[in-house]
């Protein structure tokens, strides 16, 4: 593995169906992040972690859910999926203890239709 | 609230040069960041800057003005493979990225 990895590439799903996006990296960053990008908006962040162990809300939260087992994984769950949710996700990661710098690299993304 | 200004769209010829706006209000400052963004792909990073003034790196150069929540990103000796969407992204007082909808730029031959 070199950087950032995400799956599945694509995904269609029934609505009310639970989904679990992954993402690993393997640089050893501390921080990580999930985002969806839509159509005409800029990226907003959905959960970020700074380290393993924490997690903390972002912009849009609802409906989502993370955990931070170790530094490496950071999978984003959707409990009940619904048709808003449809979207192209992204997982980041920055070496965020150099806060001076915080430059986040970003996985090739997942594209989530919800039907 | 915080809020991130950059044009939807931008048409400019090969070779030339243009430059891409960008207006911010965001709750603190820790720097700004542009990223680059081809269709499908994911956005890769371009510049940082933290101080006012020029960043220049190769045909990329950024620029900043704190105290006008302002910064462009020039881009020199425009190629086809430029045609991309371009992301500015202030840094907030929690270090947080805001994201600006992107610009996407379109050479032409």
């Known amino acids: 593995i070199a950087g950032i990895t995400q799956a599945p590439t694509s995904q269609i799903l029934a609505a009310g169906r639970r989904m679990t996006l992954r993402c690993t990296q393997d640089m050893r960053h501390n921080a990580m992040y999930w985002y969806r990008q839509d159509l005409g908006l800029g990226l907003r962040l959905i959960h970020y972690s700074n380290t393993a162990g924490t997690t903390g809300k972002g912009e849009v939260p609802d409906g989502y859910s993370v955990s931070r087992a170790n530094t490496d994984d950071f999978p984003l769950t959707l409990a009940s999926a619904v048709p808003s949710q449809t979207s192209v996700y992204f997982c980041?990661?920055?070496?965020?203890?150099?806060?001076?710098?915080?430059?986040?690299?970003f996985g090739p993304g997942t594209r989530l239709t919800v039907l | 609230g915080q809020n991130i200004d950059q044009p939807t769209e931008m048409t400019a010829t090969e070779g030339a040069i243009v430059q891409i706006n960008c207006t911010y209000q965001t709750s603190g400052f820790n720097g700004l960041f542009w990223y680059q963004q081809h269709a499908g792909e994911a956005p890769t990073f371009l510049s940082y800057n933290v101080l006012d003034g020029l960043e220049e790196k190769g045909r990329f150069s950024s620029f900043l003005s704190r105290s006008k929540g302002y910064s462009y990103l020039l881009l020199k000796e425009l190629q086809m493979k430029d045609s991309a969407s371009y992301l500015c992204?202030?840094?907030?007082?929690?270090?947080?990225?805001?994201w600006g909808a992107g610009t996407k730029l379109i050479i032409k031959p």
């Open positions: 992204a202030p840094m907030d007082s929690n270090y947080q990225l805001i």
């Open positions: 980041a990661s920055s070496d965020s203890e150099r806060h001076s710098y915080n430059e986040q690299f």
